[in-house]
């Protein structure tokens, strides 16, 4: 559990960014003019022993990462009171989700940029002993500047040591989720390189690779080897044939035949 001591980073907090999941974020200035944001858990997890336990080890997990350039970093954390928070990194951008919905140019002309930073994002991730869990366009920021595209990875707080367990619950987004995150079967690195396949087909083709018109169907495309989806490059021919293999391959239902981590996909992606 984070200490609970006074913050060592002076701010005001200016406004309110979102609220959502597990955390208020908002706006904030520090003494010397640097903009940061305030992430707290909400007030009506005080009580809820899994969600306060899950949103701490996440700010943990955070600040173990940073700093790293595809990292929203931690700046501070701590509990003030009964309140959980930390200070992150303010990222002047937009989250992939919704470049995704604007169907913004830049998806197009900068496709294998986008996919090599959420890629490295990733692989320090794993490279540094967790498993992120939540892999999805919303926690992808992007900022878009002179020098080019940065992307980051943020939201830690389904995160965990990749150290492969059961699941006693089912976590993440249901669209992301892989077939041994549905069965609540052991969940480690390969979970995540699942979510980054659904996460780049979508991406370079406009379309989920599973879709359902219901949520039994969607589950059911996800888990069995039955279902396929079509190949990313019958739907986008311009898509070179390598980055069509790695998606295919990162879609693997059994766990054994994806990339055991995205530190491997992460070097195939450099090559391309």
Not at 39 to 68: K, N, V, Y
Request: with cysteine; hydrophobic share 40%.
């Amino acid at each position: 559990m984070p200490e609970k001591t006074p913050p060592a980073i002076g701010y005001n907090v200016l406004r309110e960014l979102h609220v959502g999941g597990m955390a208020r974020l908002s706006l904030a200035v520090t003494a010397d003019g640097r903009q940061i944001v305030q992430r707290q858990l909400l007030t009506r997890h005080l009580i809820g022993f899994r969600m306060r336990r899950a949103f701490i080890e996440g700010t943990r997990i955070r600040q173990a990462l940073s700093p790293h350039p595809r990292i929203v970093d931690s700046l501070e954390r701590g509990v003030r009171g009964l309140m959980p928070y930390e200070l992150i990194e303010y990222v002047d951008g937009s989250s992939l989700r919704r470049l995704l919905q604007n169907k913004d140019a830049c998806l197009a002309t900068d496709t294998l940029v986008i996919l090599r930073q959420c890629a490295e994002g990733l692989a320090h991730v794993h490279e540094s002993g967790f498993v992120h869990l939540d892999v999805k366009p919303e926690n992808f920021l992007v900022t878009q500047a002179a020098g080019g595209l940065e992307v980051k990875l943020t939201d830690f707080d389904l995160a965990r040591d990749a150290t492969a367990k059961r699941s006693r619950w089912q976590s993440g987004t249901a669209a992301y989720l892989a077939p041994e995150q549905i069965r609540k079967d052991v969940v480690g690195t390969p979970a995540d390189v699942f979510a980054f396949g659904i996460l780049a087909y979508q991406l370079v083709t406009g379309r989920m690779p599973f879709q359902g018109k219901h949520e039994k169907q969607l589950r059911w495309r996800q888990t069995s080897e039955r279902f396929v989806p079509k190949p990313a490059r019958s739907l986008a021919p311009d898509l070179s044939p390598k980055v069509d293999k790695l998606i295919t391959k990162c879609l693997e239902k059994d766990p054994e035949d994806r990339f055991p981590s995205m530190v491997y996909l992460c070097e195939e992606l450099r090559r391309k």
